[in-house]
């Protein structure tokens, strides 16, 4: 690499200007920087070290009309406010980086309108590929994604018979019934559960009352609280217990939820789980070091989004088609605490 800089002062760095630095090509150049074509390590190594030296940055406006591609990979989520669904992002970011895909992240609110917009909004910027933390119920929104069939979406955290393109998460409501089992094994028959409206949550809901009403146990009270905060869990708590003094087992859709049913117990003096059992979901390290620690169902997050970014990957002809199709189901597991 030639030791002086090709950029005369004052003028903003030039593509050949790093070819010049780099002694390549500006085409060469602009293949290792899109990440496409064979570029040998050395001459990558000159590329990088030429940007650096000139503080160039592409044109990605050029590049994506000049590619057809934006090199942006969409990832919607809930929340970026819970640690779960951020392993989930973290699981598709170290998936994409390698074909140097970049990260858009969009946070819906848990509600279904801003979701519909954000798609909306996302597929007019024609990224790469959409990656959505929960499956797409309504349908306004599944014929959009589904009229730009070029745009590949995977769909996690949820299991659909019928998906919009690709899925991989497991079956909410066969861990909603994972869950009742545990709480009626321990011989609780008067259960409550606490959670959103989303589907997700209806999912697992769904599921809790199927395994009670089979082993004979009352249907469950329910709470669909505003937000899933650790207050939200502690005033659910309260008004479930105000409605039904005998309730002795609560399953909530959050373990942040669930830590606040657990710090109102102990702020009222209820023994758990001598007097009620509380189970959560995620596998938070907040509920791991409370006491009693906090049962809850283990999702694999991260493994969700390296598996998505994967199946994207695929369908960009930039990795190998996964064995398992374009549905995976990649399972939950019961962790059996002291809180039940």
Known sequence: MRDETAAKP???????????????????????????????????????????????????????????????????????????????VRGVADAAEAAGLHLLIGDYAYSDDKRRQLVRALVGRRPDALVLVGAVQDEAARTLLRQHDDIPVVETWELSDDPVDMA????????????????????????AFVGSAESRAAARLAGFTAALAEAGAAPPETETP??????????????????????DGVFFATDVMAV????????????????????????LEIGRQLRPALTTVRIPAYEMGRRAGELILARLGKGAPPREGRIIDLGFSLVRRQSS
């Open 226 to 247: 505003a937000d899933l905060s650790i207050e939200a869990g502690r005033v659910s708590l309260d008004r479930l217990l105000a409605r039904a003094p005998d309730l």
């Open 168 to 191: 991989v998460g497991f079956s909410n409501f066969s861990a909603g019934a994972e869950v009742a089992r545990h709480l009626v094994g321990g011989g609780r028959r008067r259960c």
């Open 10 to 88: 004052g003028r903003k760095p030039r593509i050949e200007d790093v070819a010049a630095l780099a002694g390549t090509s500006p085409m060469t150049v602009s293949r290792a920087l899109r990440g496409e074509g064979r570029v040998s390590p050395e001459t990558l190594a000159r590329i990088h070290a030429a940007v650096e030296a000139l503080g160039y940055v592409p044109n990605l406006s050029a590049s994506s009309l000049a590619s057809r591609r934006s090199g942006i990979l969409a990832v919607l989520v809930p929340t970026i406010g819970n640690s779960v669904f951020s392993e989930t």
């Open 260 to 283: 606040g049913g657990l710090l109102e117990c102990q702020r009222r003096s209820i023994d758990v789980p001598g007097r009620i059992a509380i189970v959560g979901l995620g596998d």
